[in-house]
């Protein structure tokens, strides 16, 4: 589908109640559908309708060698397309646009319906011929009341054009479109619309009446023709003029998208608010103060007999194991009698002890370990505590975000193909009333 021609078609607000009946397009061969067979496309309302016979192409090597050949167009010099009949509009009341090309100066049929017969001996007509004249000027022909009519316009052509012809309340309107100059060229003719009957087909490239043919499958045109669309409602030339230009334009789109542009607050999170200080103290180790002047020492002993005089002190005492208990002992002999008397001044003397002796048991301790006596005094000191009391002084509101985004709006819209308005422009000059092409580069 030809997205261009649709969008200028919901440009002009047509797509609602879509008068194209038919669409054809010859220029993407999207529409080539079986031997010697054109599918009606769309956009247009109905495509199960209206589909063309190209008639001289009767073999499919026929119909993409001939009739599309060389650039992709219907070339008309190979062949006319037939839509049949059952038409659901009215030809006294519709419009067509076209693509043209042109390579020939002959007079020739673009599009036609014309027929003459008889009824009850009476000579009648229907349809209507819209073509070229040998000047290059579009025309239309109609018969009215036996009478043949044909409404010549001063319309010049170049060798591309888009036109279009509108039929409704006893006018005609014939027009070409110049997207160079962003201009329309129209001429407009009063005709009796009411004779304008429907026929039974009609012929692209041909009719059943024409001068230069013999019937209505013999060529008449030279040239090529790129879309053809035939709409059941008169639209004026400015319209067609929007539609034309999707014809020959880039469809661009660009979709709809969201994007992040701030932030709101959605609510609080109350939380309590603690002072701090001194919640406690802890001890710590400070310094010690070491004394070393001692001995630390670990005893043992043994027993031995020695002789003790009397008032003597001797050690005795008892073992265990590697620990002992001792205690000083005095020696006294029991005499015969107990009479102690001074014998002098000395110390034994005053004592009165005798100087006897006995064999004691005497107990001999030995230093088994020696080591430092350390003593000291250790120092501590207080260190405070802090954090958060337990009373609480206040309360604190936290802020809540979400992200708020907006919407980038989606657009869309057509770009004109330049190289293809560039060959609408007028190439050719008159000499001798002949027109000659001039080759512009």
Not at 373 to 400: M, R, W
Request: aromatic share 14%.
């Amino acid at each position: 589908m030809n997205q261009s021609l649709q969008y200028t078609l919901d440009y002009n607000d047509l797509m609602d109640s879509n008068p194209l009946q038919i669409y054809y397009d010859f220029a993407t061969g999207e529409v080539i559908g079986g031997v010697g067979l054109i599918y009606n496309q769309l956009p247009a309302a109905n495509t199960g309708l209206y589909s063309g016979y190209v008639l001289n192409a009767t073999t499919e090597a026929q119909l993409f060698n001939n009739f599309l050949n060389p650039i992709g167009s219907g070339n008309m010099a190979e062949s006319n397309i037939q839509i049949s009949g059952g038409f659901n509009f009215n030809f006294n009341n519709m419009s067509v646009l076209m693509q043209y090309e042109q390579y020939g100066t002959d007079s020739c049929i673009l599009l036609g319906s014309l027929d003459r017969f008889v009824i009850n001996s009476i000579p009648a007509a229907s349809g209507f011929n819209f073509g070229i004249n040998s000047f290059g000027r579009p025309f239309f022909q109609h018969i009215d009341k036996g009478q043949d009519y044909i409404c010549s316009t001063d319309i010049n052509l170049a060798e591309n054009n888009i036109l279009s012809f509108a039929v409704s309340n006893g006018r005609v309107e014939i027009s070409r479109y110049d997207y160079n100059r962003n201009s329309i060229e129209t001429n407009s003719f009063n005709v009796n619309t009411n004779a304008l009957i429907n026929g039974s087909d009609i012929y692209i490239g041909g009719a059943n009446n024409f001068y230069r043919s013999t019937d209505n499958q013999q060529p008449t045109v030279s040239g090529y023709l790129g879309s053809l669309l035939i709409f059941s409602k008169y639209l004026q030339p400015s319209t067609l003029y929007t539609i034309g230009s999707g014809l020959i334009s880039s469809y661009n789109e660009t979709p709809e998208s969201s994007v992040v542009v701030g932030s709101r607050v959605t609510g609080y999170i109350k939380s309590p608010i603690y002072p701090t200080g001194i919640t406690g103290y802890s001890v710590s180790y400070s310094s010690q103060n070491i004394d070393a002047s001692g001995k630390h020492k670990i005893y043992s002993g043994s027993f031995s007999t020695s002789t003790i005089y009397e008032g003597q002190s001797y050690l005795t005492g008892e073992l265990f194991g590697l620990d002992f208990a001792a205690d000083y002992e005095g020696l006294l002999i029991n005499p015969v009698t107990f009479d102690y008397n001074p014998t002098g001044t000395e110390p034994r003397d005053t004592l009165g002890l005798r100087d006897v002796s006995t064999d004691a048991s005497v107990f001999t301790s030995s230093i088994i370990y020696s080591s430092p006596d350390i003593s000291g005094l250790l120092t501590y000191q207080a260190d405070e505590v802090t954090g958060f009391l337990d009373e609480a002084t206040g309360y604190s509101n936290e802020p809540l975000y979400e992200s708020v985004s907006g919407i980038i709006q989606g657009s869309s819209g057509i770009s004109l193909n330049l190289a293809a308005i560039e060959n609408h422009n007028y190439n050719y000059i008159y000499y001798f009333g002949d027109r000659i092409w001039l080759n512009i580069s």
